[in-house]
């Protein structure tokens, strides 16, 4: 019967499939039948081990190949071991320690002001149109103000101490995270708003159940520009007038020459930018669950 | 006669007006409505009885939704009165699930008290979702979505649930499993409902009584008194099925 039936077929349908162009197939198969599991483990965790981390570190190992040949002049760039072992120094000299300390007291405090006033606004201005007439456009023409034209403005109102460089670290911080918790707030779809209400919702549930955590995904948006930002605050307003932190070093290594300590500096400040980004992340990972993201492979 | 008096006398008609006359069911008088130009609604006259369906049954745009909304009071009539139970619940035609809670927050949303998440519990398993209390919204399919829809408006307990074409996004299959699960749930839960559709079908297999809707008005009105079976298939089903199809301008002359 089987045997009749295969004899048949190639009569009836290869010939005129032979004379044809071949047909574009798929054939899919349980994604463990190409190769054992174990071995498939095995291959995923030697694939990309370093992660995000594959390009900087590539570019470190070049970097330092470049220098030790002789390439790369030490004057201009120091090769990454050099410059890993300029920061141990300065952390041993008791000079690193107190000037980084000083440096995130700075962002820490001048993020906590910024957040806090971009968030009461945020939240004041989405629920409520007063709080838009108030607070919208006074934000938008803050935000097309750039953070570094503020600065001599800032010096001569608030003086060379503290507060302006805090100052400066909350409007960067404070700006975008209005502008984003804002939007966020408006663009909850209103069909569930509604939902809510016919449901017998008061406002605090609305409010707490359907307005916080539908903006919640914007919120992130807003409080991975205003760490960013806020970074970047911070070089500036240490750069410019500081007798000690992480700008001050800066500009005192700029000044004497010492590349080296040039850099120490900016690998402290992107490692500041890269971990915000990574607390942002921790963030969305664990307060959007509900969200199944795209998963790249 | 004085300010005071017409002052008063305004007042006794205002009150009038606000006072309710009926204790069940709706009573929709003289109801208008309209979109700048249009009249949607035009002088609309409806009522339900306690624990009767209703089915309005009408082509797209003929004003279905707008009476729905009305009676929800989620929008405002522009003339006439309407009169519904403050407990009513209303079903959309997407489940409109919020994707960031768990099934049984998303049951519990209008509830207050210890019990919310017992009451939740039953109204989940009323409809065959026990078990289901921990998934999230995106991990269920369409018909067990609009179920969670059906026992967060169950679970109040209301005198009044609107559905405002519930299971046209569904399969077929899918639906004649829920046009059953709404009959089973018609005898636990005792509430009047009016279901809005354009599905013929649908209509025949739910209704107590069957409203055709035209030019913004009631037309003609077909109560269904027929046996589950006979509402399966039977002449008086096709007969029904004609005069409805006749009402909505679909008549085959054969």
Sequence with gaps: MTNLSVATRPDARSAPAAAGPPHARDVFLPADSRRTASWAGLWRRLHWPLGIYTTPVLLLALWEVLGRVGVLPALYAPVPTDIASTAVQLWNAGVLGPDLAISLQRAGLGLVLGLSVGIVAGVLGGFLRRGEYLFNGLAQILNTIPLLAVLPLMIVWFGIDELTKVLLIAFGAGVPMYLNLFAAIRGVDHRLIEMARATGAGRWRVVGWVLLPGALPGFLVGLRFSLAYSVLGLVAAETVNADQGLGFLVTQAQTYLQTNQVFVGLVIYSILGLLADQIVRILERVLLRWRPSYEAT | ?254
């Design chain 2, 1 to 254: 006669m004085t300010t005071d008096e017409r002052l008063r006398e305004e007042q006794t008609i205002k009150a009038a007006a606000t006072n309710p006359r009926q204790q069940t069911g709706v009573l929709v008088e003289r109801v208008v409505r309209t979109f700048g130009e249009r009249t949607v609604l035009d002088h609309l006259d409806l009522v339900i009885d306690d624990e009767e369906l209703v089915v309005l049954l009408g082509p797209s745009g003929c004003g279905k939704s707008t009476l729905l909304r009305l009676l929800a009071g989620l929008d405002r009539p522009d003339g006439g009165r309407i009169e519904v139970p403050a407990k009513r619940a209303i079903v959309f035609q997407g489940d409109r699930l919020l994707p960031w809670q768990r099934v049984l927050r998303n049951v519990t949303l209008g509830l207050h008290g210890p019990d919310a998440d017992q009451k939740a519990r039953k109204a989940l398993a009323d409809v065959h979702l026990a078990g289901r209390e921990r998934a999230w919204p995106k991990q269920l399919s369409g018909g067990e979505a609009q179920r969670v829809a059906l026992a967060r408006a169950l679970v109040a307990e209301p005198e009044l649930i609107l559905l405002d074409e519930p299971f046209a996004a569904l399969d077929a299959i899918t639906r004649v499993r829920m046009h059953d699960l709404v009959r089973e749930l018609r005898r636990t839960h005792h509430a009047s409902m009016l279901l809005v559709t354009h599905d013929v079908d649908e209509a025949i297999a739910l209704a107590d009584r069957v409203v055709v809707m035209s030019n913004g008005r009631i037309g003609n009105a077909h109560p269904v008194q027929l046996s589950a079976a006979d509402r399966a298939a039977s002449v008086a089903r096709e007969e029904l099925r004609m005069a409805l199809l006749a009402d909505l301008g679909l008549a085959n002359p054969h």
